[in-house]
């Protein structure tokens, strides 16, 4: 079988094609279909290789659509590129790398989301969008009245341009502030709008809605949560989703030196802070279901501070929800008993957790 291998960029991609007769083809081409059906279109089955990134699952879906095998490998995986030189990098040195790498099989596939979850993720996407610009625009509108002396009262974003209202505003500064609320207006009907398509997943989709019996678990988290991980079965343990997640700290340890720091960066970073919140809201919780878990992080809160220990209660969240997947059971309150494992015992010695948002 021909093989070979696509260095992927937004705009143009390197292409090296190796025959069954051992002949290097090499192309630059525009990252299009047309372009790709051009060169891949009238040859036989091959395996290609490509590194996973925001292209890549369009690509590969429209590569087997012509018949071709497509592996799209983990770019993280040092292995692929040990043939590279690091002094020089080039995308015709990357796509050969690339291409030695997919003849000798020395990769690490990467996940691919099945298609529904890939709609749900979008979605989700396009939901924290409107979040964060209601976000700025209430940020916005707070600063300017501070700046004029005012204070607003607290409360939830959604009542927001209510309590803005009721202030007793110059026609200048009104005048001002208009275009933000017009905006704060819309983007709250928008975000109604997705909240109601994702409470409608949530009640169509019976992992996410046994996922909400968890305290603290809303349709957002565990939506977001299903949508990352996509099948729980790629996960061996517990432990290994919450490394995932990364809800897990940093190590660095060698010898007699025993090094831990921040939690890992996430390729989830999304569901990594709404696993904290979720957390938060366990521990504010007076709930007699969330009894164990709270009196567990109150136990880590006296030893190692109250952040540390909700970032471990969001690990622990995070382990508890893939065991309910797994096992397909309901939140079950008393399997919460205050234990501590030699894992929780890592999570609680993070001693930054302000990597992810509370």
């Known amino acids: 079988m021909e093989y070979g291998a ?212 809303g349709p957002v988290t565990a939506t977001a949560y299903v949508a990352a991980l996509d099948d729980a079965a790629r996960f061996g343990r517990a432990a290994q989703v919450a490394s995932y997640l990364g809800l897990v700290p940093r190590e660095y340890s060698s010898g007699e030196q025993q090094r831990r720091g921040r939690v890992i960066r996430s390729a989830h970073p999304y569901v990594q802070s709404l696993l904290v919140q979720a957390a938060w809201c366990v521990w504010r919780s007076k709930d007699p279901r969330t009894a164990g878990l709270r009196g567990w992080a109150q136990s880590i809160a006296h030893r190692r501070g109250k952040s540390i220990a909700v970032v471990a209660l969001a690990r622990r969240l995070a382990r508890i929800l893939f065991a309910m997947w797994r096992d397909s059971v309901p939140y079950d309150a008393t399997r919460t008993r205050p234990t501590r494992t030699h894992e929780d015992t890592a999570i609680a010695e993070a001693t930054a957790p302000s990597a992810v948002a509370s």
Not at 28 to 39: E, V
Not at 43 to 53: D, N, T, W, Y
Not at 56 to 79: M, N, R, Y
């Open 6 to 217: 696509i260095d992927l960029h937004k705009n143009e991609s390197q292409i090296r094609l190796v025959t069954e007769s051992g002949e290097t083809v090499d192309r630059r081409i525009t990252t299009t279909r047309d372009r790709f059906t051009a060169l891949f279109g009238g040859r036989g089955p091959m395996r290609i290789l490509l590194e996973a990134s925001t292209e890549s699952e369009w690509v590969a879906q429209h590569l087997e659509t012509l018949g071709h095998t497509v592996i799209v490998a983990d770019p993280t995986f040092a292995p692929m590129y040990s043939e590279r030189s690091r002094r020089i990098k080039t995308d015709r040195r990357d796509v050969a790398a690339l291409t030695e790498a997919c003849q000798r099989g020395c990769y690490r596939a990467a996940h691919r989301r099945s298609a529904s979850q890939r709609t749900v993720q979008m979605l989700l996407n396009v939901r924290r969008e409107l979040t964060d610009s209601r976000t700025r625009a209430i940020s916005l509108t707070r600063a300017v009245l501070r700046g004029a002396g005012l204070r607003i009262r607290s409360g939830s974003a959604a009542s927001f341009l209510v309590r803005v209202a009721a202030l007793d505003l110059p026609s200048s500064l009104a005048e001002t502030l208009a275009p933000l609320q017009r905006l704060i207006a819309v983007l709250n009907d928008e975000l109604a709008t997705a909240d109601d398509q994702v409470a409608g997943i949530a009640a169509q989709d019976p992992v996410v809605a046994r996922l909400t019996t968890v305290p603290g678990i």
